[in-house]
C-alpha cells in the first residue's frame, strides 16, 4: 500500500487494452496487477489456482477475503486488479464505497471494441505476442447484438459516475489511446503514489487488429447504416430533473387478511383503494396495516407466500388536479401553506389568500389551475427552489422510487380499477371480491368544467416523461 492508496482496481471491458495496461502497471517496481480476480469463470488468469494464496473455491464464499489480501500484499508498493461489468457484483460496493481504493477507469470506443471481441471470438486469440502467429477474421456486425452490448457498457460506466460522485471520490480516466504513452503511465503512477518511472512501455503485447475498420467487418456498409440510425447524442430523450425518490416503503398499505399490498403513488386515487381493501376482508380501515419498514414488510411478505403487490396509475391532468386541490388551493389540514405562500409571493399564483370563498368562481379556479401547471413544469424541470412532493412527482419517477425495495407485480389504470382489483383479489383466493366505489374529491369545481385543450396541452408539457412513458392519451 501506499500513503494515498491500499489497493487499485482498473474498471475495464474485455478488448479494451486492459491486458496491454496491466503489464505495463507490472512493469513499475511496487506496482502489481493480479488480473481479473473476481471473473467468476476463474481467478486471476485461466489457469491461475489462486491469488496470493487465495484460492478460487475461497474467494467464491468470502470475495472480502481476497480484497483484503490483495490490499496488504505489497509493502511499499500497491496491488490491484482488473474488473469488468460482470464480475462478482458483490465486492463491487465494498470497492467503490472505499476511498482507499484507487479507481482507474480504462474506456475504448465501443464500436472498435465490439469488432475487436468478435474477431477474438472467431479466431479464439485473446492476446497476441508473436506477429507471426497472428490469426485472421473478419466481424460480422449484429445490430441488435450490438445495442444490448453498448447498453451494458454504458449502465455500468453511469453506475461508476454515481458513485464516485455521491462519495466525493475521483478515478484516473485513461483512454484506449493513452495506453501507448509512457508519459500516462507514467503519470497513473504517480497519482497511485508509487515513485519509480517508466523509460518505455512494455512491448511483449502485440495490436492484433490494426487496420482500419472497414476492413475489418464483412457487412461494413450494413454496420453504417446501422449506426446512422443510432441517437448517438440521445436527441429524442425526455429530459428529466427531477430527484431520485426512494421507496417510500412506510406508505404502503396492506389489507388486513388477504395477501394484498398497495403501493400508492401520491394523488392519485388512494381513498378509493383503501376503502376496497378494507371492505374485501368486511374491516374498518383502521385495520389496514401501515407504517412498515423495510424489515417489517420483508416479515410481511414471508408470512405470505403468494402475496401480490399493485400500484394504480391515475391520468396526469387528474392528478395534476388533485393535488392542486388538495394541497395548494386550499388552507386546512393536509394542505401545503409554506408552499402555497410561496407560489402567491415569489410565483405570483392567482390563489384567494384565505382559501376558495364565495368570489372564487369557476373562470377563477380555471386560472389558478392553469397557472400550476405551469409551475409544475418548472418545478420539475429543476427552474424553481420548491421541492419536487411526491404529490405532483411524475409517476414513472415514483414507480422508479418503488423499484429500489420491489416492483409492484401489477400497475393498475384508475379508469381499469372495477376490472383489475376484483381480479387480482381473485387470483389470491377471495371467493366473491366487492367492486370498488368512486370517493368524489374535494374541490370547489371538477376538472371535468374547466377541462379544456390549453389545460391539456399544459399537463403535456408539465408531464411528458408520463405520456410517454405510459402511453396516456387525452384526459377528454
Sequence with gaps: MTDRFDYFVVFAEMRTGSNFLEANLNAFDGITCHGEAFNPHFIGYPNTRDILGVTEHRRNIDPEELLGTIAKATPGGIGGFRFFHDHDARVLPRIL????CAKIILTRNPVDSYVSWKIAQATGQWKLTNVK????????FDTDDFEEHLGKLQDFQVQLMNALQTSGQTAFYVAYEDLQDVAVMNGLAKWLGVPTRLDSL??????????????KVENFPEMEAALARLDRFNLNRTPNFEPRRGPVVPSYV?????????????????????????????????????????????????????????????????????????????????????????????????????GPGDGYDLAAHRTAFTAWLAFVKACLSGQTGVRVDAHWA????????????????????????????PALALQVGHPSPPDPERVPIRAPYSLAEIYDDEIEHLARDAYQRDYLVFGFSDWG
Design 97 to 100: 464505497e472505499d476511498d482507499r
Design 133 to 140: 502467429k497472428r490469426k485472421d477474421a473478419q466481424a460480422r
Design 202 to 215: 512494455n512491448k511483449s503485447l502485440k495490436r492484433q487488429n490494426p487496420e482500419p475498420v472497414e476492413s
Design 254 to 354: 396492506a389489507a388486513a387478511r388477504s395477501p394484498l399490498l398497495y403501493l400508492p403513488i401520491r394523488s392519485g386515487p388512494e381513498g378509493v383503494v383503501t376503502d376496497w381493501l378494507a371492505s374485501l376482508d368486511g374491516v374498518d380501515k383502521d385495520a389496514l396495516l401501515r407504517d412498515f419498514s423495510q424489515k417489517t414488510l420483508r416479515q410481511w411478505m414471508r408470512e405470505r407466500e403468494g402475496h401480490r403487490s399493485f400500484t394504480v396509475l391515475r391520468h396526469p391532468v387528474a392528478r395534476a388536479h388533485e393535488a392542486f386541490c388538495s394541497k395548494i388551493l386550499t388552507t386546512g389540514p393536509g394542505s401545503f401553506a409554506a408552499i402555497r405562500r410561496t407560489l402567491i409571493r415569489a410565483h405570483n399564483m392567482p390563489l384567494p389568500e384565505e
Design 394 to 421: 411524475t409517476q414513472a419517477q415514483c414507480l422508479q422510487g418503488m423499484s429500489e425495495f420491489a416492483l409492484p407485480d401489477m400497475v393498475i389504470r384508475e379508469d381499469e380499477m372495477s376490472d383489475y382489483l
